[in-house]
C-alpha cells in the first residue's frame, strides 16, 4: 500500500497550490485521510483531515478559510488547495491513510503516510 503525494512548489505569497495524494488500493474509501505538515526543526502538525466519504472536515486554526480538503475516492486520490498562502505554510507536506473511517488530529493512528511534498512560499 503506498501513497504518492504531488502538487508542492515555490510560489509567492498570496498564491496558491493544490497538493494531490493518489492511494495505491482503493481501500482508502473506506479510510479517514488526512494533510500534515513539518518545517525544518518542528514537530509534525495537523493541517487537515476528511472522513471516509467526504461528509466530515476538520482544519488546523491558521489554514481556516484558506485551505480545502476533499477526496475523490473513484480516483483513490484526496487534495489539498491552499489559497492565499503565507511564508508560514512553507514546510513539507504529508498525506496520511487513517486505520480508521474518520481521522484523528495527531499522527496516531495512521498507518500508512505519503514522502511528503515541499511547498515554499516566499514573501
Known amino acids: 500500500v503506498q501513497l504518492q503525494a504531488s502538487g508542492g512548489g515555490f510560489v509567492q505569497a498570496g498564491n496558491s497550490l493544490r497538493l494531490s495524494c493518489v492511494a495505491s488500493r482503493r481501500m482508502f474509501s473506506n479510510n479517514g485521510m488526512a494533510w500534515f505538515r513539518q518545517a525544518p526543526g518542528k514537530e509534525r502538525e495537523f493541517v487537515a483531515g476528511i472522513n471516509y466519504n467526504g461528509g466530515t472536515t476538520a482544519y488546523e486554526d491558521s489554514v481556516k478559510g484558506r485551505f480545502t480538503i476533499s477526496r475523490d475516492n473513484a480516483k483513490n486520490t484526496v487534495y489539498l488547495q491552499m489559497n492565499s498562502l503565507k511564508p508560514e505554510d512553507t514546510a513539507s507536506y504529508y498525506c496520511?491513510?487513517?486505520?480508521?473511517?474518520?481521522?484523528?488530529?495527531?499522527?496516531?493512528?495512521?498507518?500508512?503516510w505519503g514522502q511528503g511534498t515541499l511547498v515554499t512560499v516566499s514573501s
Open positions: 496520511a491513510a487513517s486505520i480508521y473511517a474518520t481521522f484523528a488530529k495527531d499522527t496516531s493512528g495512521y498507518r500508512y
